[in-house]
């Protein structure tokens, strides 16, 4: 027992963050708090209370797991988090501990000093809603559909591969979405008509996500994946493929998404591989779901199937390692190496702007 003890002491380090200069001070007085990975992104944690030592200088000390880590400093809201002189958005602040670590902090401006900038739709004129409400009858739920169409689509008869992707809010319009968006659509309208392809956009379930990207029972809920699979494949694909030009096979039809996005994109093209062929796994969330490593090895996996791997070195201490895992899985089962492809973008973290960078490569991988 004590060298187990012993092992986990020896697993933790002390992290020490300090503030030591507040440019604008708000308040005298300020109840700062630390809000990151480590905390669920609670802005109010008063856990995670940083302690006033004088005017403008605070500090708070943890015994924190080797690992990395992302946060950002608040007030107590996200209305009042941290932000830059000008009053833009930074970007999460990052750091890794692998021994014991002094952070030293500035804070430039708070949000709440500046008009909050109003929201513009940015989606292209080649995106369209199919339904505010489209019905999911696995889930007893209605749903927010997205589309884009070709730039020819309209012109010709012309039939196009299909690309599902989840987090529909995210994907095409920053009005929509919550920590900006991936636009896929800007990306898309770069390339010759030629080279498109259909891409529909599912809206995530807001309080539901979790549980609806997740085939497993998780300590957020009982796992409604196979229900939301069930729906892309017996409900949302057949009426995509009669009311639109869709090339309906396998071969042209992909899946796509994100953080819990890529975790059940990686679960449906195992359990659909006659009707998904390719998947892109951007940052998957294994971790909440460790049962699909077994579900992959269980799985007959076609040689015709696709995996593209891809995640930032900077979003955990487990992301790469996790990615990696399961793509070995899908290797050892003669998918080649050019068929999963595993790249780590360095310093990247776990946000729509990494994705944004990431799609290009990924969609240039399937038109091979």
């Not at 999460?92 to 739709?121: C, E, Y």
């Not at 259909?198 to 085939?215: A, F, K, L, S």
């Not at 998918?335 to 990494?354: L, R």
């Amino acid at each position: 027992m004590l060298s187990g003890q012993f092992f986990l002491l020896m697993g933790q380090q002390r992290t020490t963050f300090k503030i030591a200069e507040i440019k604008v001070q708000k308040v005298s007085n300020l109840h700062l708090f630390l809000a990151g990975s480590f905390n669920n992104w609670n802005p109010a944690d008063t856990a995670w209370e940083m302690h006033p030592d004088s005017p403008g200088f605070y500090h708070l000390s943890k015994v924190m797991p080797r690992g990395i880590y992302n946060f950002k400093i608040t007030r107590g809201s996200w209305q009042t988090v941290e932000c830059t002189a000008n009053g833009k958005p930074i970007e999460n602040r990052n750091f890794v501990v692998v021994k014991d670590t002094v952070i030293t902090l500035s804070i430039a401006g708070w949000q709440d000093d500046f008009a909050t900038p109003a929201k513009m739709h940015t989606a292209s004129e080649r995106v369209h809603i199919i339904s505010e409400k489209f019905d999911m009858p696995q889930l007893g739920r209605q749903r927010r559909i997205w589309i884009y169409l070709p730039s020819g689509y309209l012109t010709s008869n012309r039939k196009y591969p299909v690309i599902y992707m989840h987090d529909g809010q995210n994907l095409f319009d920053a009005y929509t979405s919550g920590y900006g968006e991936w636009g896929v659509d800007e990306i898309m309208d770069k390339l010759p008509d030629a080279k498109q392809c259909i891409i529909v956009g599912i809206d995530h379930g807001g309080d539901n996500r979790i549980t609806e990207y997740d085939p497993y029972d998780s300590k957020y809920g009982k796992g409604r994946g196979d229900d939301y699979v069930e729906f892309l494949v017996k409900t949302l694909k057949p009426y995509i493929d009669v009311h639109y030009h869709t090339i309906a096979d396998a071969r042209h039809t992909s899946i796509a998404g994100s953080s819990m996005g890529g975790l059940i994109s990686m679960y449906a093209i195992l359990k659909y591989p006659d009707v998904f062929s390719k998947a892109g796994i951007f940052s998957p969330a294994f971790w909440i779901a460790p049962d699909i490593y077994q579900f992959a090895q269980l799985q007959h996996i076609s040689a015709k199937s696709g995996f593209y791997f891809v995640c930032g070195d900077a979003e955990s201490d487990t992301m790469v390692s996790d990615m990696n895992k399961m793509a070995d899985i899908i290797r050892s089962k003669g998918i080649t190496d050019e068929n999963a492809p595993v790249v780590i973008a360095k310093g990247a973290s776990h946000n729509e702007k990494q994705w944004n960078g990431d799609f290009p490569a990924f969609y240039n991988w399937l038109l091979k």
